[in-house]
């Protein structure tokens, strides 16, 4: 129950989520994983959620690996995405989730393109960069294509 002048957002349960993720393009191509999520399967970019006490480097490489079989090499950060937004599943009270996305380039330098099992993501597979646009994907995966297409001297193309 709320008190007056309290809005949903104020009472919504707080989460921070720190992840990494890769850019791989290879010949006008982006390798891209199929998020399985609440509202249904989205593509996006090989990457995930940072342990707690893993560097996000480390942990860019260990995802892009069980999302795609592929070992990368990281090459440079791309850059930081950050958004925050209010959401409620069902009778569950609202969650205010600040999700912040560090963004690195990464070239692939083995492994074979595979499934992931039992994970987020079901599938794996390699796209033109010309046929993103028609694909069902997560809103930020624009942004993070953008900001490795501009680079942006600081990292974020909406405050450079």
């Not at 009472?11 to 998020?35: E, F, H, I, M, P």
């Not at 996006?44 to 996000?56: A, F, R």
Request: charged share 30%.
């Amino acid at each position: 129950m709320s008190m007056p002048g309290e809005s949903n957002a104020s009472l919504a349960t707080r989460k921070v989520r720190v992840a990494a993720y890769a850019v791989c393009v290879r010949d006008g191509r982006v390798l891209l994983a199929r998020w399985v999520g609440p509202k249904g399967k989205l593509w996006t970019l090989p990457g995930g959620g940072v342990d707690h006490g893993e560097d996000p480097y480390d942990a860019v490489r260990r995802e892009v690996t069980e999302e795609t079989g592929h070992t990368v090499e990281v090459e440079r950060l791309v850059g930081v995405h950050s958004d925050q937004r209010v959401f409620s599943d069902g009778d569950e009270p609202p969650r205010d989730l600040h999700s912040v996305r560090i963004v690195y380039a990464a070239r692939v330098v083995g492994g074979e393109l595979r499934d992931e099992v039992d994970g987020s993501t079901d599938t794996a597979a390699w796209f033109g960069l010309d046929e993103v646009d028609g694909l069902a994907r997560v809103p930020w995966l624009d942004a993070a294509l953008e900001l490795d297409r501009v680079r942006p001297a600081g990292g974020n193309h909406r405050r450079d």
